[in-house]
C-alpha cells in the first residue's frame, strides 16, 4: 500500500491490488496541497516547489524509500511539549504524515487549513494527521492556535524525521 497526492489536494491510498481508496479530497474547497509524484522504477520523489500558490520548479530526490517499505518509527515533540510516539498510533487509523518547512507561512498555511477543513466537515473515521515540521512546540502551539487546527503538530528542528522518511530538508 502506499499513498499518492494530486495538486487539488486529494490523498488516496493505492492498495496492493491497484484500488484507489481516497481518504482526503479538498477538492470542494479549491485549496492546493503539496503535489509530489513517486517513480518506483526509477525511486525517484518528483516534489514541486510554490511561491504565491504558483509552481516554481520541480525537484527529483533519489527515494530512500520504496513501496511498501514500513514507515520509520518516530517520537517527537507536539506542539504540548508532550512526547507523540509513531508506535503508539499504529494499529488504527491511516495515519497521513505530512512535512512543511514552517509554520505560519502562506502555502503552509493554506495547506494545514485544508486539513483541519476537510476533518471538521466529514466524519473521518479512516485517517488521523500529523504535520511535522522544523518549527519548535511553542511556535506550533501558537500555529494550532492562530488557525484552529485540529491534529497533532510535532516539532523536528534538526530535519532527522524528514530525512528518516526521504523528504528533502
Not at 496492493?16 to 479549491?30: P, S, V
Not at 527515494?63 to 517527537?76: N, Y
Not at 508506535?87 to 495547506?111: E, N, S, W
Request: proline letters at 4%; hydrophobic letters at 35%.
Amino acid at each position: 500500500n502506499y499513498f499518492t497526492s494530486d495538486w487539488k489536494g486529494r490523498i488516496t491510498l493505492i492498495t496492493a491490488e491497484g484500488e484507489g481508496i481516497t481518504l482526503l479530497d479538498t477538492t470542494d474547497r479549491k485549496i492546493n496541497a503539496a503535489d509530489f509524484d513517486y517513480l518506483p522504477e526509477k525511486k525517484l520523489l518528483i516534489v514541486p516547489t510554490f511561491y504565491d500558490n504558483r509552481l516554481v520548479a520541480y525537484k527529483a530526490v533519489k527515494a530512500e524509500r520504496s513501496v511498501g517499505d514500513k514507515a520509520p518509527l518516530f517520537k517527537a515533540l507536539d506542539q504540548d511539549g508532550n512526547m507523540w510516539s509513531l508506535r503508539d498510533h499504529l494499529g488504527g487509523k491511516y495515519i497521513v504524515v505530512y512535512f512543511y518547512p514552517a509554520a505560519m507561512t502562506g502555502g503552509c498555511t493554506k495547506q494545514a487549513c485544508s486539513y483541519r477543513d476537510y476533518i471538521k466537515d466529514t466524519e473521518n473515521t479512516l485517517f488521523e494527521v500529523v504535520g511535522i515540521s522544523g518549527d519548535n512546540p511553542e511556535g506550533l502551539k501558537h500555529f494550532q492556535q492562530a488557525e484552529v487546527l485540529n491534529f497533532t503538530l510535532l516539532s523536528d528542528p534538526g530535519g532527522t524525521i524528514a530525512k528518516a522518511f526521504g523528504v528533502p530538508v
